[in-house]
């Protein structure tokens, strides 16, 4: 990426000789240099300030140094800088000013914030974080006992610790999660975000340890719920580099609240293979499904199970990350080659906010006789909610059905979530949820939840009549 960027014109400064150079991008923080006009020097010189010139204005970087390398190119090797660091490819690329060092401004603030956090829960925090670091290092030093053996012995040297005592490890998490919910279930807003920024800031080597929660809380795409956590919810399997870590991993997505996404699949798959059954007996008129905010969809793999399911359905996969749709793209794939027959899938890569601003999405996407979106309201604001809700009834065909998941407020997984894994949610009570229909009449409307009561689910049922 680096050897295609253009020169920038720069001047070196050395007292009060100005150098003419022309530099290259070779890295995020370093330049290469040329020196122009015959000008040399040794390596490890140093100058007092590196001038560019960067569309159209002129900016200082401050001191720096010369580590000489192979001449290539007339380039004399790469400038380092000695006290600011610039992320220089965003200073080329975007004009913007970004120091490696800018997060340090807000130190200030950060520490203030532990003023904030009330004694009781810097004592549970401190306690738990020295109770997870002794089970850590006993762990990690029995993974070392072991180390030497061959891989199928360690695997099953390892399960027989996990067996263990990493039951009696999840039991000791189990306590601690009992005892976080007691101490914050009586907090405002502002003092989750408060405490719970905190407890991160203490626990933070031990959460980046766990995949699941290292992710959850980096949300590399820029959200949690992504389908990357979303396979590793219904993979519900142990990984890690070490027994420590997979046990860590282990536990949030055996949780309640995470098997709830796993029922909620197997809900929608009984749902839609019933209504086909019911509506489509013969497979002769494909079942037409819409999921909104579909994720990787991989309940679509557990419907389509046999030779004949490919011609009963027909199926519109829409989400927001186009990751995402590549993930259940790559999925219903291997239905189709397993299956050696082609599933019609449609994929629309687009936000529900996009949506809102449609004006006949029934002239746009058809109509359908399944509606379904599950994992998008627990983010979405009333009024969103609503408006997102009424443009997908517009969708419905007559006697269609339409099912909205949206987690419950008495979620037993809520503060693990919060607290630990930096994951917070919209949640609704049942009333909260049908109020977001605001009446829609002439439809048979129910609530219903799965067998761990944290995801319920709206359920709307279109008269033939409309
Ligand atoms: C928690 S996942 C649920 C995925 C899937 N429905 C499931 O249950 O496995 C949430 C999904 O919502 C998508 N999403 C979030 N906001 C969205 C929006 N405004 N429009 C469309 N998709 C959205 C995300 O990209 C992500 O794939």
């Given at each position: 990426?680096?050897?295609?960027?253009?020169?920038?014109?720069a001047?070196?400064?050395?007292?009060?000789?100005l150098?003419?150079?022309d530099?290259?991008?070779?890295?995020?923080?370093?330049?290469?240099?040329r020196?122009?006009?015959?000008?040399?020097f040794?390596?490890?010189a140093?100058?007092?300030?590196?001038l560019?010139?960067n569309?159209?204005?002129e900016?200082?970087?401050g001191?720096?140094?010369?580590?000489c390398?192979?001449?290539?190119d007339?380039?004399?090797?790469?400038?380092?800088f000695?006290k600011?660091?610039?992320?220089?490819?965003?200073?080329v690329?975007e004009?913007?000013v970004v120091?490696?060092?800018?997060?340090?401004l807000?130190?200030?603030?950060?520490?203030?914030?532990?003023?904030r956090?009330k004694?009781?829960?810097?004592?549970?925090?401190?306690?738990?974080?020295?109770?997870?670091n002794?089970?850590?290092s006993?762990?990690?030093?029995l993974?070392?006992?072991?180390a030497?053996?061959?891989?199928s012995?360690?695997?099953s040297?390892q399960?027989?610790?996990?067996n263990?005592e990493g039951?009696r490890?999840?039991?000791?998490?189990?306590?601690?999660?009992a005892e976080?919910?007691?101490?914050?279930k009586?907090?405002?807003?502002?003092?989750?975000?408060s405490?719970g920024?905190?407890?991160r800031?203490?626990?933070?080597?031990?959460?980046?340890?766990?995949?699941f929660?290292?992710?959850?809380?980096?949300?590399?795409?820029g959200y949690?719920?992504?389908s990357?956590?979303?396979?590793m919810?219904?993979?519900n399997?142990y990984?890690?580099?070490?027994t420590?870590a997979?046990?860590?991993?282990k536990?949030p997505?055996?949780?309640?609240?995470?098997q709830?996404?796993?029922?909620?699949?197997?809900?929608?798959r009984?749902?839609?293979?019933?209504v086909?059954?019911?509506?489509?007996p013969?497979?002769a008129?494909?079942?037409?499904?819409?999921?909104?905010?579909?994720?990787?969809?991989?309940?679509?793999?557990?419907?389509?199970?046999?030779?004949?399911d490919?011609?009963k359905?027909?199926?519109?996969?829409?989400?927001?990350?186009?990751?995402?749709l590549?993930?259940?793209?790559?999925?219903?794939?291997?239905v189709?080659r397993?299956?050696d027959?082609?599933?019609?899938?449609?994929y629309?890569?687009?936000?529900v906010?996009t949506?809102?601003?449609?004006p006949?999405?029934?002239?746009?996407w058809g109509r359908f006789?399944?509606?379904?979106?599950?994992?998008?309201?627990?983010?979405?604001?009333?009024?969103v909610?609503?408006?997102v809700?009424g443009?997908?009834?517009k969708?419905?065909?007559p006697?269609?059905?339409?099912?909205?998941?949206?987690?419950?407020?008495?979620n037993v997984s809520?503060y693990?979530?919060?607290?630990?894994l930096?994951w917070?949610l919209?949640?609704?009570?049942?009333s909260?949820?049908?109020?977001l229909?605001r009446?829609?009449?002439?439809?048979?409307?129910?609530?219903?939840f799965?067998?761990?009561?944290?995801?319920?689910?709206?359920?709307?049922?279109?008269?033939e009549?409309?």
């Open positions: 990426m680096y050897e295609q960027s253009p020169p920038i014109d001047q070196l400064v050395a007292g009060d000789q150098i003419p150079v530099t290259r991008l070779t890295s995020r923080y370093s330049l290469m240099v020196f122009l006009n015959g000008n040399g040794k390596d490890g140093e100058f007092t300030d590196l560019i010139r569309q159209g204005k900016i200082g970087l001191p720096c140094r010369l580590i390398e192979p001449n290539i007339g380039y004399a090797g790469r400038i380092v000695l600011e660091v610039y992320d220089l490819k965003r200073l690329e004009n913007k120091r490696l060092q800018s997060s340090f807000n130190v200030p603030l950060v520490l203030a914030h532990k003023k956090v004694r009781e829960f810097k004592n549970y925090t401190s306690d738990l974080t020295y109770d997870l002794v089970y850590k006993l762990f990690d030093k993974d070392e006992e072991y030497e053996e061959a891989q012995i360690r695997d040297i399960m027989a610790i996990i263990t039951v490890f999840h039991r000791f998490l189990d306590d601690r999660l976080l919910e007691r101490m914050v009586g907090f405002n807003r502002a003092e989750h975000e405490h920024f905190y407890f800031r203490q626990l933070w080597e031990i959460i980046l340890t766990a995949p929660m290292r992710r959850t809380n980096l949300k590399p795409r949690a719920g992504d990357e956590m979303m396979s919810i219904y993979e399997g990984r890690g580099k070490s420590f997979k046990l860590m991993h536990h997505v055996g949780h309640p609240g995470a709830a996404v796993r029922n909620r699949r197997k809900v929608i009984e749902m839609i293979r019933g086909g059954d019911q509506r489509n013969s497979g008129d494909p079942l037409k499904i819409l999921s909104v905010a579909c994720g990787p969809a991989c309940e679509v793999q557990d419907i389509v199970q046999t030779a004949q490919p011609g359905y027909d199926f519109t996969l829409l989400d927001q990350d186009r990751n995402a590549q993930e259940a793209a790559n999925g219903i794939d291997r189709q397993r299956l027959g082609q599933v019609k899938v449609k629309l890569n687009e936000s906010r949506m809102l601003k449609t006949n999405l029934p002239g746009k006789d399944f509606v379904y979106s599950m994992g998008l309201f627990d983010y979405l604001t009333p009024p909610a609503a408006g809700l443009k997908l009834l969708l419905l065909r006697g269609g059905e339409l099912v909205i998941g949206n987690f419950h407020v008495s809520r693990y979530m919060e607290y630990w930096d917070v919209y949640y609704r009570t049942e909260d949820l049908k109020e229909l009446g829609a009449p002439g439809d048979d409307v129910s609530v219903f799965d067998e761990t009561g944290v995801q319920m689910f709206l359920h709307v049922k279109r008269h009549s409309h």
